[in-house]
């Protein structure tokens, strides 16, 4: 029963912060991009625009949503749900710290442990796709049909260099738990590098990051979105609350994508001690840190990068990216073998 | 599998709230529909057919592919995980199946079939 509602308490804890970190993306997003256009950004709705997420929500839930006449009904009516829930789903098992003892119980800061952590993440990701697909599909609009096809075509590409990007780091750990692989992180080079691993797996990382950033349907790679050409894309038909769950579900899988990068390569929740502070908040404290900076590096790109054409995109995955990952394998492997 | 309820509750939780916050945009928000506003939307001029249409053959060649790789990497993450046992063997095994895998991606390139465009 006690493991029951510390269960309990965690997921509520997970759930409240991705979604409190999820609408301050939002805020974070456009002041960083207006900075870099020479613009202050939002700033009316509160203390410096502060509550300008809880505007926008509260605006997204009241909005009427007529659905379309010639539309599959129940299908558009779950597409989004299915976007949502495998995204927020993933967060089961990102390790937020190392765990702590509390009443003489061992207590991990992460809501389930499981030994095959990463294939669960991967899985996840991959039943986002059927929601794009059904929204493009049944949402019967032209756009939404292209947008969709487009996407699902991109989503499943790179999931398949964002797969195969990660093998070097497990090699290197020996499982695929992702506490086990932040563990094997612990400790230092010649005294004084981290031994992340994202310095022997240099290529696995830069090939995980661009996945990452398509994957999720950002720019420079966001063409399913085109707002220049598709609308939207897949999105088109949707308002109120539904288009607010496709939202929720690309800036959660953002997040958890940095996540991943950030417990992978650069050693999740281990930094330096600070003084007087647990070390169970001082790992939600780096691990936070670390998953801020690829999420500025998101909003950096999109301010900087014009959007890819599509046959390029594809190309990109399938003719270099690819190979690129397999060869990240080989020589781990070979070197392994060496050492 | 005791390690697995956590992520069926949290899935139970995630559900909940992605119907209940759905059901209450419902309740909450205006619902005025008419026929024009019911149209699918077609950049302001009434649309013209159905979209549920044919679409092209190549997003069906990178679906078969994303199969077959993604295939491919489900198999590389238990040996990568017991790489450090198996060694050079595993290996010799896995380089064999990834160069009978490279044969079929060569093929596929010369075909045409990683174009888009």
Redesign the interface.
């Known amino acids: 029963m006690a493991e029951f509602l510390i269960t309990l308490l965690k997921i509520f804890i997970v759930f409240g912060a991705v979604l409190g970190a999820m609408a301050y993306m939002t805020y974070f997003e456009r002041k960083v991009l207006a900075r870099m256009q020479a613009r202050i950004g939002p700033n009316r709705v509160g203390p410096w625009g502060l509550l300008q997420p809880v505007a926008d929500g509260v605006k997204l839930l009241t909005k009427e949503s007529p659905i379309p006449a010639n539309a599959d009904k129940w299908v558009y009516l779950l597409a989004p749900v299915l976007v949502f829930v495998p995204a927020l789903l993933v967060w089961a098992v990102i390790p937020f710290g190392p765990g702590f003892t509390a009443f003489g119980e061992r207590i991990s800061q992460s809501i389930a442990n499981i030994n095959v952590a990463l294939l669960y993440v991967l899985a996840m990701t991959s039943v986002g796709v059927y929601g794009i697909v059904m929204a493009g599909w049944a949402s019967n609009n032209k756009y939404a049909l292209l947008g969709g096809l487009r996407s699902s075509a991109q989503v499943v590409s790179y999931e398949v260099t964002l797969g195969i990007s990660l093998i070097g780091a497990i090699m290197l750990a020996g499982s695929m738990n992702l506490g086990d692989i932040v563990e094997a992180q612990r400790g230092t080079w010649f005294g004084f590098l981290p031994r992340w691993f994202v310095l022997p797996q240099l290529l696995g990382f830069a090939l995980y990051l661009i996945s990452a950033v398509a994957e999720t349907n950002r720019a420079p790679f966001d063409l399913p979105e085109a707002e220049s050409e598709l609308v939207a894309g897949f999105h088109v038909e949707y308002g109120g609350f539904g288009f607010a769950m496709f939202f929720l579900g690309e800036y959660i899988s953002m997040l958890a994508v940095s996540a991943l990068a950030s417990a992978v390569f650069l050693g999740g929740y281990l930094g330096p001690t600070i003084p007087f502070v647990p070390a169970a908040l001082t790992g939600v404290f780096w691990f936070a840190a670390k998953m801020a900076i690829f999420i500025f590096f998101y909003y950096w790109l999109r301010a900087t990068l014009p959007r890819f054409r599509y046959d390029q995109l594809i190309s990109l995955c399938w003719k270099v990216m690819l190979p690129l990952a397999l060869l990240n394998i080989l020589v781990t492997a070979i070197v392994k073998l060496l050492v | 599998m005791s390690?697995?309820w956590?992520?069926a509750?949290?899935?139970v939780?995630?559900?909940g709230?992605?119907?209940t916050?759905?059901g209450?945009?419902r309740l909450?928000?205006?619902?005025?529909?008419n026929?024009v506003?019911?149209?699918?939307?077609?950049?302001g001029i009434a649309?013209v057919g159905?979209?549920?249409q044919r679409?092209?053959i190549r997003?069906y060649t990178?679906?078969m592919?994303?199969v077959l790789?993604?295939i491919?990497?489900?198999f590389?993450?238990p040996w990568?995980?017991?790489?450090?046992v198996i060694?050079?063997y595993g290996?010799v095994e896995?380089?064999l199946f990834?160069v009978l895998l490279?044969a079929a991606?060569a093929y596929a390139?010369r075909k045409g079939a990683?174009?888009?465009?």
């Open positions: 390690n697995y956590p992520i509750l949290f899935f939780i995630v559900i709230f992605a119907l916050s759905l209450l945009s909450l928000a205006p619902n005025r529909p026929r506003k019911n149209e699918t939307y077609e950049s649309p159905e979209a549920q679409f092209d997003y990178i679906a592919l994303f790789f993604d491919e990497a489900v590389l993450y990568a995980v017991v790489y450090d060694g050079i290996f896995m380089l990834i490279l991606y390139w990683l174009d888009l465009g």
